[in-house]
């Protein structure tokens, strides 16, 4: 049972240059959410998706796109990296929003 | 605006040293209060959800605790897989907007055996 399943670990990017990071979540979830955090800074929501086909902004949105686009997965888009974007990203996903949330192992990324 | 603040930010016990983490809160209405341990290079794991004041949960050696003010987890004997850092975050009571929880930075706890 994979739970929550982020890919890549790690990636390395150049300032301006965009990526796709994948979630996927095998427990039949509705609720998602991607996570960010940072040393010193508690973990800070960047978007959440009731349902596939719906998305609603965090608190720190800028510079992000997402896509629900099956009931499964969930991808955090950034369209031109900024070394501010440096963190590491965390997908989870829950049964519905006031419920546990599941995380994935997290995404290390440094936009240099 | 919600906020978490957790205390201390670092622990270190002695194996079968009993202590206590707390997390101060304030928020406009609680629907739930959440614990999670994190382990180095690893996603947050759910512990426990507190709902009102004067509930209590166990597991194992953990027991969360929640008053209106705040929350105490407390460790009793514990051990060094203990080691960990423990997250705290609330959940707001305002219908629409209750998926945004708010995290404190954690306390970074260490049991040295």
């Known amino acids: 049972n994979a739970g929550v399943t982020q890919t890549p670990k790690f990636q390395v990017l150049k300032t301006g240059q965009s990526m796709t990071l994948q979630c996927a979540q095998d427990m039949n979830h509705n609720s998602m959410y991607w996570y960010r955090q940072d040393p010193g800074m508690g973990l800070r929501l960047i978007y959440y998706s009731a349902s596939e086909g719906t998305t609603d902004k965090g608190e720190v949105p800028n510079g992000y796109n997402v896509s629900r686009l099956n009931k499964r997965e969930f991808s955090l888009r950034l369209e031109s990296a900024a070394p501010s974007q440096t963190s590491v990203y965390f997908c989870a996903s829950s049964e519905a929003a006031a419920l546990e949330a599941f995380f994935g192992q997290g995404t290390r990324l440094t936009v240099v | 605006e919600d906020q978490v603040t957790q205390s201390p930010e670092a622990l270190r016990l002695q194996e079968g040293e009993s202590s206590s983490l707390n997390c101060s809160y304030t928020?406009?209405?609680?629907?739930?209060l959440f614990w999670y341990r994190q382990d180095p290079g690893k996603g947050p794991e759910f512990l426990f959800t507190l709902y009102s004041a004067g509930e209590e949960k166990e597991k194992e050696r953990l027991k969360a605790t929640l008053t209106k003010k705040e929350s105490f987890l407390h460790i009793t004997a514990p051990k060094p897989e203990d080691s960990a850092t423990y997250l705290c975050a609330v959940q707001p009571n305002s219908g629409g907007s209750n998926y945004k929880l708010t995290f404190g930075k954690g306390t970074l706890l260490t049991v040295n055996p």
């Open positions: 928020v406009s209405g609680l629907r739930g």
